[in-house]
């Protein structure tokens, strides 16, 4: 019987912070910055060529673009996993990304609230695992497409490949504590009184259409969805359409510095986190009485 971690309800209340990573928390996709260019190709040349292989084949984007990333790689660079790690250490970040996750953690200790943060992304795990965040273990898990690396710890064939539908599992495993990507607990039945981290208790941030089926979730069941845009650019129109068609509930620039439009919408998040708990557990207190 195989053992899996697997985490309970917690004397204080959990607010899981979840996020893509492609134009969220940096203005690029990430094997654009570095990686594609190392193999002496035009970045737009790359997509164009993974999407149609896609295309012609019914095959998942995902699953394309990590074949191209190894097809293209064959006799210029050996894809390891340290290799890539490197890649992902040189990612452009958005402003205040980097002490953004010790800073949520912290507002929430100081009102009752464990913060947690969580990746859930179609970029590469290992490239993910390589930024400074992560050697920091800011982050309780990060979901997001993978490599299988053979005995010698080359890339050959995918691991992982996380598309914008399946992308919602993690937020039940969150929602449930079953966080092993194969743990088949997932499907268990558990009491809402004792969910780990409930949806109201999620925050989604997200940039395009890759993340609707998980905001659209998180904001169904009471959570807060965000959208995101990179502030260089100013393009607002994803997010508008976005908050039209009640895929968030907010959006604000993609930046983390202390007191940005971001930062207080998430401090208010925390802050109504603490207060609607309160209630809820006076709430069960009376609901368990009654029931004597």
């Known amino acids: ?52 292989l896609a295309h012609e ?48 953690r912290q507002y929430g200790a100081d009102h009752g609230i464990i913060v947690e943060h969580y990746i859930i992304s179609s970029g590469l795990k290992e490239m993910i695992e390589g930024t400074v965040m992560a050697k920091n273990n800011e982050f309780e898990r990060i979901y997001a497409s993978a490599f299988y690396f053979n005995e010698r710890g080359t890339a050959k064939w995918p691991a992982q490949a996380i598309n914008y539908t399946n992308k919602t599992q993690f937020l039940f495993r969150i929602e449930k504590g079953i966080l092993d990507i194969n743990d088949p607990g997932v499907n268990d039945a558990i009491p809402p009184e004792e969910l780990r981290i409930p949806f109201r208790n999620m925050v989604y941030i997200g940039d395009s259409d890759t993340d609707i089926p998980c905001m659209k979730l998180v904001n ?23 908050i039209r068609e009640n895929r968030i509930r907010y959006f604000a620039p993609a930046d983390y510095r202390p007191e940005s439009e971001l930062d207080k919408i998430l401090r208010a998040i925390i802050d109504k986190t603490h207060a609607y708990e309160i209630l809820q557990r006076r709430h069960e207190e009376n609901l368990k009485e009654s029931s004597c």
């Open 57 to 104: 084949n019914d095959m998942d984007r995902n699953l394309a673009y990590m074949y191209k990333m190894v097809e293209e790689a064959d006799g210029r660079i050996i894809v390891k996993r340290n290799a890539l790690a490197e890649y992902g250490a040189r990612v452009t970040l958005f402003p205040g990304v980097e002490d953004w996750f010790s800073r949520m």
């Open 1 to 52: 019987m195989e053992q899996y971690e697997r985490r309970y309800k917690e004397g204080k209340p959990v607010l899981a912070i979840c996020y893509d990573f492609d134009r969220t928390l940096t203005p690029d996709d990430m094997q654009a910055q570095g990686y594609i260019q190392d193999l002496g190709l035009d970045v737009k040349a790359f997509w164009d060529a993974s999407n149609a």
């Open 220 to 242: 169904t069941y009471g959570g807060h969805a965000i959208g995101v845009f990179d502030p260089e650019t100013g393009d607002r129109e994803k997010v508008y359409q976005m």
